[in-house]
């Protein structure tokens, strides 16, 4: 599966942004999907994932309450609407697959399919 990730931009602290990921293939909903980030200088982290059917979802502390992940399995696309930006939330932002029968995926290690990630600045 090919992903493409887009919808970053430039943004104040308190704003808002909704983050896409499309898939190519006729197998997303097959794969659970999940956000990743990396800032300058620092390692790739979690953001959050969630399960082929949508039916579950798992967030990083960081940004629990704040950023939610949706997916559209007709539309081959998985979002991350990210509400209430600090400026700590800044970095590029990957969208990334893996073939999971059920629940979630937060060990990067374990994703088979990236995107190629989309910049996200929150200005304070």
């Known amino acids: 599966v090919q992903l493409q990730a887009f919808g970053g931009g430039l943004v104040q602290a308190g704003g808002s942004l909704r983050l896409s990921c499309a898939a190519s293939?006729?197998?997303?909903?097959?794969?659970?999907m999940g956000w990743f980030r990396q800032a300058p200088g620092k390692e790739r982290e979690f953001v959050a994932a969630?399960?082929?059917?949508?039916?579950?979802?798992y967030y990083a502390d960081s940004v629990k309450g704040r950023f939610t992940i949706s997916r559209d399995n007709a539309k081959n696309t998985a979002y991350l609407q990210m509400n209430s930006l600090k400026p700590e939330d800044t970095a590029v932002y990957y969208c990334?697959?893996?073939?999971?029968?059920?629940?979630?995926?937060?060990?990067?290690?374990?994703?088979?399919?990236w995107g190629q990630g989309t910049q996200v600045t929150v200005s304070s």
């Open positions: 990334a697959a893996v073939l999971k029968a059920w629940g979630t995926e937060r060990d990067a290690k374990k994703y088979d399919y």
């Open positions: 293939g006729r197998t997303f909903s097959t794969y659970c």
């Open positions: 969630i399960s082929r059917s949508g039916a579950s979802t």
